[in-house]
């Protein structure tokens, strides 16, 4: 099963986050078929980016979305109608 989730990047106390597609078999720091987005906690307001129409094909195609990644694209989603 393909999943889009996080890849953790960084070092030590600064993680870094990128949102990837990938083999649900595969290890977290594992090979990906797509990066889709970035994500980084450290920043003073949190700085998240994705490219909701390659998120969107994904989906359509069968992935499914970590917990955490889903909620990202809902915020995402959000800020988007808004503005």
């Known amino acids: 099963m393909v999943k889009i989730r996080l890849r953790r990047e960084g070092t ?3 993680p870094y986050y990128k949102i990837v597609v990938t083999d649900g078999r595969a290890r977290r720091e ?6 889709v ?12 980016k994705l490219d909701l129409a ?11 979305p970590s917990d955490t990644v889903r909620s990202l694209i809902k915020k995402a989603r ?5 503005a």
Request: charge should be negative.
């Open 12 to 14: 030590k106390d600064r």
């Open 54 to 64: 390659k998120i969107d094909e994904w989906i359509g195609k069968g992935a499914q």
């Open 78 to 82: 959000q800020s988007e109608a808004s």
């Open 37 to 48: 987005g970035t994500h980084n906690p450290m920043k003073d307001s949190v700085e998240t």
């Open 30 to 35: 594992g090979p990906y078929i797509e990066q």
